[in-house]
Each structure stands twice: as C-alpha cells, then as structure tokens.
C-alpha cells in the first residue's frame, strides 16, 4: 500500500506563484510514473503533468510554460511548480502515481485545494 500526501496549496492572487509537494510512504519513484492531476467542482479530473522515473515530463497544454513538474527521488517527493497562476487553475490538486511494472497499481492523493482569486 502507497499513501501521497499533498501539501502546499492555498490562496494566492492571480499572476503570483504557489509549489505543491507529493510525499510518498515508500520508495516508489525509480517504478512509478507520478503525476498531478487537477477537478474543479462540477467538472471532470484532467491531467496536469507527469515525470517518468527518468525525469521526462509531459504537460497539460493549459499549463505550459506556467509550471514545472520534478521530483527529489531521495525524499520520495514530487512537486508542482506553479507560476503565473490564473483564476482558471483553481482545482483540488492531486498527487498521482502509476505503478510501471506488473502488477499495475494506481494510488491517488487526498488532494489539495488551490484557489487563484484577487
């Protein structure tokens, strides 16, 4: 069993800047992609950004640019950069991993709120 825990998010004014944190319970990082993920209320969960264990990452196109995904395997800890937020980021944020070797596995964060407001 893997446990993520969020942390880091908050209230801040359109423009300024926020970094969320993803601690894992164990090891996980050299065989799990990690990913965050954002749902604001009433609409579906989209993908944010992912780092493989080599540290190549993919972005959302909405947030290109803006933020930066990495990772301290060491820790055991992912991050989200956020910069230049925009009131349209405003979303619970999840810490995702994805278990890369068999058998598959998924775990899922308890989520963090992010609000960009003036």
């Known amino acids: 069993q893997v446990q993520l825990v969020e942390s880091g998010g908050g209230l801040v004014q359109p423009g300024g800047s926020l970094r969320l944190s993803c601690a894992a319970s164990g090891t996980i990082l050299s065989i799990y992609r990690m990913g965050w993920y954002r749902q604001a209320p009433g609409k579906e969960r989209e993908l944010v950004a992912t780092i493989t264990s080599d540290g190549g990452g993919y972005y959302a196109e909405p947030v290109k640019g803006r933020f930066t995904i990495s990772k301290d395997n060491a820790k055991n800890t992912v991050y989200l950069q956020m910069n230049s937020l925009k009131p349209e980021d405003t979303a619970v944020y999840y810490c995702?991993?994805?278990?890369?070797?068999?058998?598959?596995?998924?775990?899922w964060g308890q989520g963090t709120q992010v609000t960009v407001s003036s």
């Open positions: 995702n991993a994805h278990k890369m070797v068999y058998p598959r596995a998924e775990y």
